[in-house]
């Protein structure tokens, strides 16, 4: 197997069954109910490093019961990891973490009884990777030596990472191989040291191997008992080990062997050397940008059968997957600091393009995937998983976003390889997306058990009328047909770079008339707002949405009528002081802690200030992206997926969402456009030109970055106080003209 260390072993017989992947019961496409918290703000720690992560608490220890747990490949492999010094547990006291993938837990023993301070500590320091490494140390700083009884108490339940988020793994019904004291126990050790599980369902098994030196093994138990020097230290290393179909997956920090060699160390240290630095007199600008591009750098993902495609999670802990939406906006974002990123989700996305037409995946010709999930696939290859392809707005983003990597001058033969999917994800737009034929792309799913809602609100309440009505589908979300257009016009630039004249006039043709179409029949003129969308008899979805801001983000928007639709953007109805409502609080079914309904997504808002500056509206946008700035900063310098819509007038910070994944990485890339609005950058390498006309909001006097990859070469910009005519521009490729006014969206129909 390639890009990983493997053994076989024998299966072993006699595990129990678990629900199957894609069972009703299990079904990850349209669960709407509540999702498991990871308790969130109370001392749940996330480690994360590509499909493999853990949940725990501030010691260390993962408690059966809940959500915690290490996970692999979309399934729980340990449900229980729990140290005990002399019977009891250890009181946590700090946990430190540099990368997201490690942490070190510091804890101490209660003291004895009469004594009102320990003299002993528990270091815990965690890797994870293809499994888990856990370097466990005691510490006695007393006078005399110590004896100390350390337990590690071990299980696996082998829960869909579904059945844990959604609660039903604590209820019983995910299916685990010995959950919730169902018969059965540890399998005999293969070697000494070992504590192993597993369990096996028709011709899928998976199972793990916990491994200790040194250790006492009783079931589910391994002890040490030892003597801790005076003023000294013991220590000792478990290995935990996945194995799939029979195949021991070995961690990738190994006993033995330096942890800043392993393979997500030395990836995490070459993106580290590659991403544009950073400096500004805005120490808050400079914290959140520098922890987004951490939190993009562990997002990535790697399939071992194509190592040099990169792509991007939708994000931690539950959507450690590709997603199409997701990673294609991710992408996009996250431009100026690595192209290549874009062309790793691009390639791996067309790689699973779909090719027939199957209903219980609603996957059709041409089309790009929604989700991929692993779970009982017996490789760590991503061929291996599942695919759901019920989106509506994949496949225009997916033209859209190689349209761009043209436009920045990224690997140009790579890009035309990849020409044929936009063909084909054009034919599925005009064929399968555009279903009726009147022009717009609509969405339907294809049986129950898919997405009601396909676009990015798609909680199954998420498009409503301005009375708080549900909309029924098919229904044409406003931003789709502003992605369509999109794709329409980068269709339309590779038929001229191409010599194509007829493609070319066809394609520039289909976007001027859906753009006269959309500003047509979207448009409220006695709302002063676009429509969310057209529902089933065609009828105008009249709430105000911040979808609508999409729209100015790709140019499809009437410049007479974007002045009004910027104002109702930024009212206070939808404008929180931290970011935009997803819905406006004066629409029926407005709720600040829903997840579509009225809550603030930060990609929605830094795509919303994308827009505005577009059409010159720099004042909206820069207060746009000040506001998520400032909402980062109190939120310790990362953006979550989603927060409270509730408005800044009211409290001081942002109200936190319960279950909001973070890190996650369209949360994560938002600050990055926001750089690059604030930069106003937008190259058209093909053509020869770069626009580039910085604008600082007050409070920035001065911005640098360093090193943004542009056509091959490193370019970095300088703006503000002290540097001559406000602007510095260094390695820009050669043949590339500056031009320092901003792009409007006339230049692009």
């Known amino acids: 197997m390639t890009g990983a260390s493997v053994r076989r072993r024998q299966p072993v017989c006699g595990m129990r069954s678990r629900v199957r992947y894609g069972d009703p019961v299990a079904d990850p496409w349209n669960f709407s109910g509540p999702v498991t918290g990871t308790g969130a703000g109370s001392g749940v720690v996330t480690l994360v490093d590509e499909s493999t992560f853990t949940i725990s608490d501030a010691t260390g220890d993962i408690h059966r019961g809940g959500a915690q747990g290490l996970f692999v490949r979309d399934t729980r492999i340990l449900d229980r990891f729990e140290v005990l010094v002399n019977g009891v547990p250890t009181e946590a006291l700090s946990t430190v973490s540099e990368d997201p993938f490690s942490a070190t837990f510091v804890s101490r023993c209660l003291p004895p009884a009469g004594r009102a301070d320990s003299t002993v500590m528990v270091f815990r320091s965690r890797y994870v990777g293809q499994g888990m490494r856990e370097d466990l140390t005691v510490r006695n700083f007393g006078d005399e030596p110590t004896f100390c009884s350390v337990e590690v108490f071990v299980s696996a339940d082998f829960a869909d990472l579904f059945a844990v988020k959604e609660g039903r793994a604590a209820r019983g019904d995910a ?3 010995f959950a919730n004291g169902a018969e059965g126990g ?12 597993a369990y096996r369902r028709g011709g899928v098994s998976r199972g793990v191997e916990v491994r200790f030196d040194g250790a006492t093994i009783a079931g589910d138990l391994a002890t040490f008992e030892v003597i801790v020097p005076a003023r000294g230290a013991w220590s000792t290393t478990i290995e935990v ?11 990738r920090y190994r006993r033995g062997q330096p942890v800043e060699r392993a393979e997500p160390a030395e990836r995490l240290a070459r993106w580290r050397r590659r991403v544009p630095q950073i400096e500004t007199d805005h120490a808050g600008l400079r914290d959140v940008v520098l922890r987004s591009s951490e939190d993009l750098g562990a997002l990535r993902i790697f399939d071992p059968d194509f190592p040099e495609r990169v792509v991007v999670a939708a994000g ?10 997701d990673s294609l906006i991710t992408a996009w974002m996250a431009l100026l600091v690595d192209p290549d990123l874009a062309l790793g989700v691009l390639q791996t996305l067309a790689r699973f393009q779909g090719v027939e037409v199957d209903p219980r995946h609603e996957e059709e010709p041409g089309r790009i995937l929604h989700e991929m999930r692993f ?10 998983g599942s695919i759901y392809y019920g989106t509506a707005d994949a496949t225009p983003l997916f033209v859209m976003l190689l349209g761009e990597l043209r436009r920045w001058g990224v690997a140009r033969e790579l890009v035309d390889e990849l020409l044929p999917n936009a063909e084909r994800a054009i034919e599925w737009i005009e064929r399968y997306g555009d279903a009726d034929g009147d022009g717009y792309v609509e969405y339907h799913r294809a049986t129950d058990r898919g997405l009601a809602n396909q676009g990015w609100k798609d909680s199954w309440d998420g498009i409503r009328f301005a009375d708080g009505t549900v909309a029924q589908a098919p229904i044409a979300l406003c931003e789709v047909q502003a992605y369509v257009y999109g794709a329409y016009l980068a269709r339309a630039h590779f038929a001229f770079e191409a010599g194509d004249t007829a493609t070319y006039d066809r394609f520039r043709a289909k976007a001027r008339q859906l753009k006269t179409a959309f500003n047509r029949d979207f448009w409220l003129p006695d709302r002063g707002w676009f429509a969310v969308g057209l529902d089933a008899d065609k009828r105008p979805i009249d709430s105000l949405t911040s979808n609508i801001g999409h729209c100015l983000w790709t140019g499809i928007v009437d410049e007479d009528k974007a002045a009004v639709v910027a104002e109702h953007l930024m009212s206070p109805e939808m404008s929180t002081g931290w970011g935009v409502r997803t819905l406006s609080a004066a629409n029926g079914g407005y709720n600040p802690i829903s997840y579509h309904c009225g809550s603030v997504w930060p990609h929605d808002t830094a795509i919303v200030a994308a827009g505005l500056a577009r059409y010159g509206f720099e004042d909206d946008a820069l207060r746009l992206v000040m506001g998520l700035v400032d909402a980062a900063v109190a939120q310790g310098g990362r953006l979550p997926e989603l927060f409270s819509g509730l408005s800044r007038d009211e409290l001081s910070v942002p109200v936190g969402y319960p279950t909001s994944c973070s890190p996650q990485a369209w949360a994560a890339a938002s600050p990055l456009l926001c750089l690059r609005i604030l930069l106003r950058l937008d190259p058209w390498v093909p053509y020869g030109k770069t626009w580039l006309a910085p604008r600082l909001p007050e409070g920035i006097g001065y911005l640098k970055v360093e090193g943004i990859p542009l056509a091959g070469a490193r370019v970095t910009v300088e703006v503000g106080e002290g540097v001559p005519d406000g602007l510095a521009v260094v390695g820009l490729p050669a043949g590339i003209e500056l031009i320092r006014t901003p792009r409007r969206p006339a230049s692009a129909v």
Do not use: N
């Open 241 to 251: 080990a996945p194995v799939i179909d029979g195949t021991v997956i070995e961690p």
């Open 175 to 177: 299916g685990g191989a």
């Open 316 to 325: 931690a802990p539950w959507f450690m997957t590709v997603f199409g939406r």
């Open 375 to 384: 779970g009982e696939a017996a490789s760590l290859s991503l061929g291996g």
């Open 186 to 197: 540890p399998l005999p050790a293969a070697e000494s040291g070992v504590i192993a599980h």
